[in-house]
């Protein structure tokens, strides 16, 4: 069964601030229309029911998605993919002014944005599912029975091509697996095992418009050996840190000179030996998988430690995770994170497939359980949780994996749910929106101040007064002209995320305030939970405390052939009287990595210790002289 509780009608969220009904769903009610499509599609192209049902969980969990594309450029309940709708092209590292880098050491790194890729056929199935229903590719993308149809029909010319008859579900393994959109062996068969073991377990939901869709558990012993036929190379997995039950390759990152003294596109090191890793950031790529291989194997870019495929949640492993990735723009951050970058379009308001959530949880808990992370939001984050490390470094930080990835389904295939112990208020909160009812109206997904798609989100936004019409809160970082922030999809500065753990400031009826940037940022309620955990205030006596990007060494901890890096506070305010919850105790370090040879790398580590704090949408750090930790 699916680990989620029964998420409420659409229909019951209708009129509720900040929250919207998908087009055309006005009406919408739980009921059985959606499981009558895959019923009628079934049997109209042949295809076992179980099949159709377990394939379409893999891909989407039976969601409509408003018709929108994933990350991946799939549309639909079965994922029908069109790249010709989707930028294929460039990275997120290319946007903005963000140095991945984020060492100030060094000169910024600039990466050229790359020439888009050419569709390919194994991303076009919306043309095959065209050329068999008779649909247009239009309707193949938005309208769900359609979509059904066409996914149907595309695994039953799989199943053709295999030259297999057969009506039992055990002998479809094979076009489940080229289904998946693979391009070797070992991943396809990951994909089609996947959907075969929720075949056997069985599923139930209801989906993000209101559908309530059940996969009855069946055993199923599947016929593996039809890979064979698929005639897919098999990858070579070499020296990949993974766990067993994950297929997953190593494609490597350059670490070579480049022209002009220059050298790509990561820095070794010895980690934990050296730092311990105490992050793992999660990122989109905004382009597609093989354009993101192109990138990452290009001296002259940047590097991370994994891609992860949206077809099919495939891994390739670039750089291992002893070493230093250049991707999250922070360079204490950098030094003791691993990066892990998912296929996707966030930009563009996608949505993250299935596949691609289970195998990026299975790699996250086990590289969680290699360095001892805990599995919460203070240290699983996204790129967009990571702070500035300079004043003039923060307008330019990224926002991905963005506000539509569904931190509370992630974290439940983490194994480490977004549950509260708390049973009556404590004055911290955990921000936990249901995702698929919580549809904020953000901007700027494909053209700039034009509305997003609503979908799903989250997301929540926070206000300066309670009341749905109030302004946004400032964020002197973002808008250093004092203005409000914005309903950017691309604009963090007045959001909270699901997980993040924030200091309740105020409550008054059904609105909670939080302390957000030095400000009240006020929010439904509903939106979040209590729970239990320490926050940090300024030491008696200190009106303010200054709030650091970067928890580096103090000057005197640096060798004489080291240039002490300057410790600039952040251009916000944390005064007495608000508090802020209290993450890890982190020690000041700086990782001086400046050079090819790595025989010069030095980590440099003061006495001064630093507290991170769930500061605003990103997380901060202050110093643990300037603030006592305690109980709310």
Known sequence: MDPFTRRTALAAAAGTAGFALLPGTASATVGGSRQRAFAAAAAEFGVPEQVLLGVSYLKSRWDYNAGTPSTGAGFGPMHLTDLRTVAAGGSHHDKGTEDPRGDLARAALRPAEPQ?????????????????????????????????????????????????????????????????????????????????????????????????????????????????????????????????????????????????????????????????????????TECSYDVALGLVQDPTYLGWHYT?????????????????????????????????????????????????????AKLVRY??????????????????????????????????????????????????PLHSWARQSTGLVMIKPDFAANQPGFTGCDTPGAACTLRGSSAVILRTEPRDDAPLLQDLGLHPDGSPSTMDVSDVGSRASAGQQYAVAETRGDWTAIWYLGQRGWFRSAAAVPVLGQVVTPKAGLATVPVYGRAFPEAGAYPANIPPQDLVPLQYTF??????????????????????????????????EYVQIQFGHRVAYVKADDVVVGRP
């Open 575 to 608: 005064a007495a009287g608000q508090k802020y919850v209290a993450g890890p105790v982190l020690p000041s370090e700086y990782y001086w990595a400046t050079t090819f040879d790595a025989s010069t790398h030095v980590v440099v580590r003061g006495t001064t």
């Open 116 to 284: 888009h890729a050419a569709p390919v056929p194994a991303l076009q199935t919306v043309d095959l599912a065209a050329e068999l229903t008779g649909a247009n590719p239009a309707e193949l993308r938005t309208d769900a029975v359609q979509n059904i149809r066409g996914g149907a029909a595309v695994l039953a010319q799989y199943q053709r091509e295999l030259g297999i008859k057969s009506d039992s579900p055990a002998d479809w393994y094979g076009a489940v697996a080229r289904y998946s959109g693979a391009t070797d062996s070992t991943a396809a068969a990951f994909f089609a095992d996947e959907v075969y073991r929720t075949i056997t377990s069985g599923a139930s939901r209801v989906t993000d418009d209101g559908q309530d869709v059940r996969l009855d558990a069946t055993n199923v012993s599947p016929a593996r050996g039809q890979l064979r036929s698929l005639g897919l190379p098999a990858s070579a997995r070499g020296d990949v840190e993974a766990p067993p039950d994950v297929w997953a390759e190593w494609i490597p990152a350059p670490y070579q000179e480049t022209p002009n003294g220059g050298y790509g596109n990561y820095d070794k090191a010895e980690r934990p030996g050296t730092q311990q890793i105490t992050h793992i950031v999660i990122h989109d």
């Open 308 to 360: 992860l495929r949206s077809s099919d949640g495939h891994i390739a492993q670039h750089i291992q995770t002893k070493d230093v990735g250049w991707h999250a723009g922070n360079w204490y951050v950098n030094a003791k994170s691993i990066g892990v970058e998912h296929e996707g379009f966030g930009a563009q308001g996608g949505w993250y497939t299935e596949a691609l959530y289970r195998t990026s």
């Open 367 to 416: 590289l969680a359980d290699k360095y001892r992370i805990p599995l919460d939001r203070q240290h699983i984050i996204g790129h967009d949780n990571v702070p500035g490390t300079i004043p003039s470094t923060v307008a330019g930080m990224h926002w991905d994996p963005g506000p539509y990835w569904d931190w509370a389904h992630y974290f439940e295939l983490l194994g480490a």
